[in-house]
């Protein structure tokens, strides 16, 4: 059968601001349940929003990353339905006046091109509380509002996206921007990135176009869910037209939600129109106006975006690709990376270290960039003395911990516990032919096609100087003389 997948995301990320949208409430995850709500949040009569200076500027950030128009006015709207996690029995969101629109995003599609997803609107809205049900068999259900409220942006794309692994990039793309530029964490396992999908089929037969209803897919909380729902939804609707072909064609918009469990979606209700919600603009709060100047000085908190930085270090510094991915996914790491090689011909050692031993210090120490006591031209010092053979590599590990708890220059490590290799070749010639006539019959061993000799010889090697001889210059001096 002759069909294209038509998916457009709807992308919810939770701003990672100090108070919540409308109110002094602190903005953070979990905790005792409503212990962080007052009468704001909760919808008390009486009660008056005041809007979270942040939550524009996250809004107009992402907006602008996103390569947005940003509105010169904006204002909210009530948007109404009742639910048990909505306390107010509305949700303050926006409606006709959103504060971006017009953006886009380019995407890797699945045969390796890349296809631009059109964003259609950016806007601003709270987040309503958290149902939660009970697991020891009870037929109860609770209300925790201590997410109520918590700002909430709403990225939503055009139905371009065509297949569900392309759908996960889309959504893996908006993350990596949002995460890039600090106003979320975008943890889809603590829902501060949530994503919807509408998505159905354009079957061709016979020289027409049919489609089949669109579907809303909620309850995808990981990027594994996202595919493996889309992927499902897919062979769902293919099924249903077989079997009942174009009659499909009158049914409504409906909405299904993901068992993760199962690997099914299933139908929750038909899908809500804008005007069931009954939008009004919200009267609590004025509209804004949105001065230029405002923006442009967001727009260079924007800067070089991951995906660009990404390029640019691959033609610059010549690193892997792999490599140039993870340091652009951090400003922190990105800048780090810059400064160290700012004055060192070695861009693939200094990539390699940083994603090695600098990472995995900070990940077991659970240090930061800002926080690491190694400053990056202490650490350009460090590699220029391996590459000196000063210290030999395992060495060198072993410094940069030393470094990075007690602040100390490497060079000055090196000096206090005598770590310095020996790398005079005439130090070292003397060395080998001592331990050679030392061991004949392990040098005859050699000699004989014994490779195991070999190794022997080079711990005596080691041994004798301490562990301090260069290990590739005397490997080779080693060499030379079993072979004369």
């Not at 296809?115 to 809205?125: A, D, N, T």
């Not at 195991?452 to 301090?468: E, N, P, S």
């Amino acid at each position: 059968m002759n069909y294209e997948v038509i998916i457009g995301c709807e992308v919810h990320i939770q701003l990672s601001t100090e108070s919540k949208a409308f109110c002094s409430c602190a903005n953070l995850f979990g905790g005792e349940p409503n212990t962080r709500v007052c009468p704001v949040c909760t919808g008390l009569p009486g009660s008056l929003p005041v809007v979270n200076r942040a939550l524009i500027d996250g809004a107009i950030l992402a907006g602008l990353a996103l390569n947005c128009t940003v509105a010169e006015v904006t204002k909210f709207d009530r948007k109404n339905y009742i639910y048990p996690d909505l306390p107010k029995g509305y949700q303050i969101s926006q409606f006709d006046m959103p504060i971006c629109t017009d953006g886009h995003l380019e995407v890797e599609t699945d045969d390796g091109e890349t296809r631009r997803i059109g964003i259609i609107r950016l806007h601003m809205e709270e987040d309503t509380g958290k149902n939660i049900h009970a697991d020891d068999g009870r037929d109860l259900s609770f209300v925790d509002f201590n997410r109520s409220g918590t700002p909430l942006l709403e990225v939503v794309s055009a139905p371009d996206i065509r297949s569900p692994q392309e759908a996960v990039r889309y959504v893996q793309s908006i993350r990596e921007i949002v995460r890039y530029l600090g106003i979320s964490d975008c943890n889809m396992e603590e829902a501060s990135l949530r994503c919807d999908a509408n998505i159905n089929l354009w079957v061709h037969e016979e020289g027409e176009t049919y489609a089949t209803p669109i579907v809303e897919v909620k309850n995808m909380n990981s990027f594994r869910s996202i595919r493996n729902a889309l992927q499902y939804e897919v062979k769902r609707q293919l099924s249903e037209w077989k079997a009942h072909r174009r009659t499909l064609e009158a049914e409504g918009k409906s909405t299904r939600g993901y068992v993760d469990a199962k690997g099914i979606t299933v139908l929750q209700r038909s899908k809500e129109e804008s005007a069931d919600y009954r939008y009004f603009p919200e009267p609590d709060l004025k509209p804004i106006a949105i001065p230029r100047e405002y923006v442009e000085s967001l727009r260079k908190r924007v800067g070089e975006l991951p995906a660009e930085k990404r390029l640019r270090f691959l033609e610059t510094y010549h690193i892997p690709e792999r490599d140039a991915f993870q340091l652009a996914v951090s400003p922190a790491l990105a800048d780090y990376f810059e400064a160290t090689v700012a004055e060192y011909a070695n861009p693939r050692r200094a990539a390699n270290w940083l994603l090695s031993e600098v990472l995995k210090y900070m990940n077991a120490t659970g240090t930061t960039v800002p926080a690491l006591r190694v400053e990056p031209d202490a650490l350009r010092e460090l590699l220029l003395a391996v590459d000196a053979g000063e210290v030999s590599g395992k060495t060198a590990k072993e410094v940069f911990v030393e470094m990075a708890e007690t602040g100390e220059r490497a060079g000055a490590i090196i000096e206090r516990r005598g770590l310095k290799q020996i790398s005079n070749e005439s130090e070292l010639e003397e060395i080998v032919k001592r331990i050679i006539a030392e061991n004949e019959s392990s040098a005859d061993d050699f000699r004989a096609g014994k490779s195991r000799a070999l190794k022997f010889l080079m711990g005596q090697v080691m041994k004798a100087t301490r562990g301090k001889a260069n290990p590739q210059l005397a490997d080779r001096i080693l060499r030379d003389h079993l072979r004369a």
